[in-house]
């Protein structure tokens, strides 16, 4: 073996030691059972449930961060509407500007028809004349040829400026009065703001709101952990939970199939419990099971040049 082959760097392709020691590319690996927090655990903080609530679609959370949440989105809404109130009014007062602009160049522009030195013009005569011009009274303009006056006002009026700017941007390229800004994108202006916070539990978001939280009732045993009341078995994350609506009681699957459908009635506190009532809850899985959404890791990096 010679003496300075792992040195070697004249080679074409990388050996698997130096693929493994670069920093670059896709690099995937599977989630083990640390990566996933507990079923009790709150979807913000990652702690354990304190007073855990939970919304529609079962994601717990703790009662301080569901409602911090909520308020500090709405505050963001009423932020975001505002500023979108902000560019109505200043695009409003851009138009505004540019019609007193195309304005005055018209009138700047009959002034300079008026005082030409071609002398006093002939009216134009039809051999036809209309109506108007047979009982001798003016033509009347209408609105519709103002809007495309002003409309061709406008258009030189960009011209003219695109083209001094043009001129400008040769020799003082550097000035901030000169420097070219971009349209503004019709997918920007038309960009959604949502009515009323949003869940963000899992990637597909849903709409969350004070009313429709639940707060969750864990059953617990004599060593304070947690239980299914019904077949009094420990819960976890390998296990499937539901949560019952009215009451916010935790059960297995198994044991809402065996009592709570079959007697319409929860099998804690005996309230009555409707199919559309009892929710599963999200819970992410261990690395054995498919019971997460998402079990892989990925991280990207632009490749070495």
Known sequence: MPRHSKNNTASSVFTYHETKALD?????????????RNYDACFMCLQTAREPMACSKGHIACMECMYESIL????????EEAAIEQKKLSKEEQKRIDDIEARKLLIDNFDKTQSSMLGTRQPFRSDKPDAAQE???KRKRDAHDDDDELAKAREQLAADKARAAESKLKSSFWLPSVTPSAEVQTKDEAKDVPKQPQCHATK???PLSRKSLITVNFSKDSDGKSICKACLKGLSNSSKLCLMRPCGHV???HCV???????????????????KDIIDMTIEGTGFT?????ALAEKFDLAFQ
């Open 24 to 36: 670059y590319g896709t690099k995937r690996q599977r989630l083990g059972r640390d990566s996933f």
């Open 72 to 79: 500090q989105q709405k505050e963001a809404i009423k932020r």
């Open 135 to 137: 009982t001798g009274s």
């Open 204 to 206: 597909e978001v849903h």
């Open 251 to 253: 059960l297995c699957r």
């Open 257 to 275: 199939d065996l009592f709570v459908k079959k007697s319409k009635c929860c099998f804690v506190c005996d309230k009555k419990v409707k199919s």
């Open 290 to 294: 498919s019971a997460s959404s998402v």
